[in-house]
């Protein structure tokens, strides 16, 4: 297992610049860059990773990029949510986990441009291994053109993986990209999927890497056809009022931040999905 978990934090770090490289040449010569900073884990050689985080930009108001890599033991609460999650009696006697993944959250300078979302990750216990992730869209002003072509992108790319990986990753997403006190989706869906494990490592390897791979072209046509719309106030209220949505959603129901706080990770590099400034009515 040594040499797929090698393999796997390798490739979210190649994703990661990736994504960094493009998103820095859609800003052009004149546009934001990109801050790097080591992030560490609670705890001593517990292992960390990068943030990327980008203020301010002529396309991103603020865009983050986090990779890393961390292990150590769960607390007990984590041990519980597992446990029960994942049908596993043992693991209170041993608590052992190595994580890594790569998390991205966008909120964009044009209003019309939509926000997004995407992560994917590994996760190790001595009990297993499980990989999860996904994307979703999150317009403040909904263009149906741009919903089909980030669906239709996804869709090519879950294909080679089952008929039916999309539309089940589809349901999935819309269930846990919901907000129940609001009574509403947090945006316009995506893909997501968790605790993957079918026993065969490559095949779910490759199955997250295909929904890595799928991110830069579902959402760069998007973020170039709009960044340079013009808008105007009440354009920019509606921005800032879905923005207040999607911190709803993240500081209550995302098992992601729960998890990246509950065991010990950069509080900065787990909260930077937040976005720069919000409102709510």
């Known amino acids: 297992m040594e040499d797929q978990k090698a393999r796997a934090a390798a490739w979210f770090r190649e994703l990661r610049n990736q ?15 990109f801050e790097v900073s080591q992030t560490t884990r609670a705890g001593e050689d517990a292992g960390g990773g990068l943030m990327s985080v980008m ?14 890599t ?12 597992m446990a029960a999650r994942k049908d596993l009696a043992g693991m209170a006697e041993d608590p052992r986990f190595w994580a890594s993944g790569i ?65 089940r990753y589809k349901a999935w997403a819309d269930e846990y990209f919901y907000i129940p006190h609001r009574k509403r989706a947090r945006g316009v869906g995506g ?10 490592w490559d095949r779910d390897f490759a199955l997250t890497q295909d929904v890595g791979r799928a991110f830069l072209p579902a959402f760069l046509p998007l973020a170039e ?20 949505l999607y911190a709803e959603y993240n500081l209550v129901y995302d098992r992601g931040t729960k998890f990246g706080l509950e065991t010990g990770h950069d509080p900065d590099a787990v909260l930077m999905s937040l976005p720069p400034l919000a409102k709510w009515v």
């Open 19 to 33: 994504i960094v490289d493009a998103f820095e040449a859609l800003e052009g010569d004149a546009g934001g860059r």
């Open 55 to 68: 203020r301010g930009g002529q396309v991103f108001e603020k865009i983050g990029v986090n990779v890393s």
């Open 70 to 81: 961390v292990h150590g033991t769960l607390g007990e609460r984590a041990v519980a949510a």
């Open 103 to 167: 998390s991205l959250v966008a909120h964009m300078a044009n209003p019309h441009a939509p926000a997004v979302h995407m992560n994917t990750r590994m996760f190790w216990t001595p009990h297993g291994w499980w990989f999860g992730g996904g994307t979703d869209l999150n317009p403040a002003i909904e263009y149906a053109d741009d919903t089909a072509h980030f669906h239709q992108v996804l869709a090519e790319h879950c294909a080679p993986h089952g008929a039916d990986i999309y539309d």
């Open 191 to 200: 893909v997501f999927y968790d605790d993957l494990n079918t026993g065969d």
């Open 225 to 244: 056809r709009r960044k340079d719309m013009p808008f105007n106030d009440a354009d920019r209220e509606a921005q800032l009022i879905h923005r207040g």
